[in-house]
Nanobody
Framework: VQLQASGGGLVQAGGSLRLSCAAS????????TGWFRQAPGKEREFVGG????????YYADSVKGRFTISRDNAKNTVYLQMNSLKPEDTAIYYC????????????????WGQGTQVTVSS
């Protein structure tokens, strides 16, 4: 599975961005999917994710109510809609897929995209 994340950029606080993660090789419906982020000097942290069917979604407390994850099976693409962005959301954002395990832990994921930079200015 190859994952390609895109959509990052520079945005002012309070603004919005939509990240995309396109998959090739296998479809997202075969895997659980997650978005993670890593800020400079910090560990990679969970942001949001799906189970394999898309019937369950999971979010970090820090983004609940502001971020929404969705999936377009026809395009084999997963999205992360980010609203009300804050400077502390600044990070490189990664998408990843897993065959099993907890959606919250990086170690559960088998394939990762290359990351896309999100910078939120105050």
């Amino acid at each position: 599975v190859q994952l390609q994340a895109s959509g990052g950029g520079l945005v002012q606080a309070g603004g919005s961005l939509r990240l995309s993660c396109a998959a090739s090789g296998r479809t997202f419906s075969s895997y659980g999917t997650g978005w993670f982020r890593q800020a400079p000097g910090k560990e990679r942290e969970f942001v949001g994710g799906f189970n394999w069917s898309g019937s369950s979604t999971y979010y970090a407390d820090s983004v609940k109510g502001r971020f929404t994850i969705s999936r377009d099976n026809a395009k084999n693409t997963v999205y992360l809609q980010m609203n009300s962005l804050k400077p502390e959301d600044t990070a490189i954002y990664y998408c990843a897929v897993r065959k099993g395990g907890s959606p919250y832990y990086t170690g559960s994921y088998d394939y990762w995209g290359q990351g896309t930079q999100v910078t939120v200015s105050s």
